[in-house]
């Protein structure tokens, strides 16, 4: 069998860094930052976290190339999702309309 | 192994493994084409949620106030302690696919039971999170008759919630939607996965799984790692967005 088997240090270690990160967030919540980076922050530590997931608890980063391509569609996917979606409400009374 | 899968020879009958299925060459790819399966399913999941939250972040960016509001509400206790119960049971499923992987089965049942459990409590902790809300008359709507959503300021006062500075109980209300149909639709993925765990523990528990096969212990568990993912992200949005408005 050529599957890889990630020892269990790597998962002990990842577990440990989403409760670290699982704290820092509540910890932030409680900040006051300017603008919107609380919003910045919560989300930066989220997608870190589920980066270590996708990775090492889901074994991609030991997958095939065809599974990152997978992976990837889906965030494009998303990403088209949001950006058509937004790109209308966000520009909407942009231009004063007849209606 | 590389010559065996290039090498015309190589069929089932000369490799076969009682878990090999006759249009699979060796168990290797039936393996990597489960796990792809499985990984295409997940892109759907990703797309269906990904709606959610597209819901959420257009309605958060209209009533930013309200959603500020009706999030202070939510218990950040239980909301952290569920995301640390969920991140656990992430590693206990994890350790069940390597136990698994190096073909140790007290130990792999061991951690299916572990990971079942912790499930089974993030789902009590979120009856309790429901109730409250039931308490609090935040079902939206009038979705259930006995506890009819917030009337006015004074009822909203009165059950604990805190309108912040040009938030209206309507777009409160829109939170609670959002808030119910995500942690709803979590949850069910969470009941089903609970359905997926007691499936892999009985085949366990009968020693179906092997180095070799092993593929429903792999792809349950990246269905569970990906409703982790998912309240990952919940866990922040619904319930830690307003909390730096609360002392101003």
Same mark, same amino acid.
């Given at each position: %069998?050529?599957?890889? $088997? ?5 998962? /002990?270690?990842? #577990? ?7 704290? *820092? ?17 919560? %989300?930066?530590?989220? $997608? ?5 997931? /996708?990775?090492? #608890? ?7 190339? *065809? ?33 | ?248």
């Amino acid at each position: %069998m050529s599957e890889h $088997i990630v020892p269990v240090r790597i998962y /002990v270690t990842i #577990f440990l860094v989403l409760l670290v990160g699982t704290a *820092l967030t509540v910890v932030a919540a409680f900040q006051d930052f300017p603008w919107q980076l609380n919003t910045i922050v919560a %989300m930066t530590i989220a $997608i870190t976290k589920a980066t270590f997931v /996708v990775l090492y #608890f889901m074994h991609v980063r030991y997958s095939a190339r *065809l599974i990152w391509v997978i992976v990837a569609s889906a965030l494009f996917w998303l990403v088209i999702m949001f950006a058509l979606t937004f790109s209308d409400y966000w520009t909407r009374g942009w231009i004063p309309s007849a209606y | 192994m590389a010559d065996v899968i290039n090498s015309p020879v190589a069929t089932s009958e000369a490799h076969g493994h009682r878990a090999l299925q006759h249009h699979f060459e060796n168990m290797e790819q039936q393996r990597e084409a489960g796990t792809l399966g499985m990984w295409v399913f997940l892109v759907t999941e990703i797309m269906f949620f990904g709606g959610m939250f597209l819901a959420y972040t257009l309605y958060r960016s209209k009533f930013p106030a309200a959603f500020a509001s009706a999030s202070n509400h939510l218990d950040i206790k239980l909301g952290a302690v569920n995301t640390g119960v969920l991140i656990l049971s992430s590693f206990t499923m994890a350790m069940a696919v390597y136990f698994t992987q190096i073909g140790k089965r007290r130990p792999q049942i061991l951690c299916l039971i572990l990971t079942l459990v912790l499930g089974l409590t993030f789902l009590g902790i979120k009856g309790v999170e429901y109730h409250d809300k039931y308490r609090d008359h935040l079902i939206p709507g009038q979705l259930i008759a006995s506890s009819p959503f917030l009337k006015n300021e004074a009822e909203a006062q009165h059950h604990g919630l805190h309108l912040l500075e040009g938030a209206t109980l309507p777009q409160v209300e829109m939170f609670y939607w959002i808030y119910f149909a995500m942690t709803g639709m979590h949850a069910l993925h969470m009941i089903i996965g609970a359905g997926l765990l007691t499936f892999l523990l009985i085949y366990s528990i009968k020693g179906r799984f092997d180095p070799e096969y092993h593929s429903p212990v792999e792809v349950i568990g990246l269905y569970w790692h990906f409703v982790d993912i998912v309240w990952i992200f919940l866990f922040p949005l619904l319930y830690l967005l307003g909390r730096h408005l609360e002392h101003g």
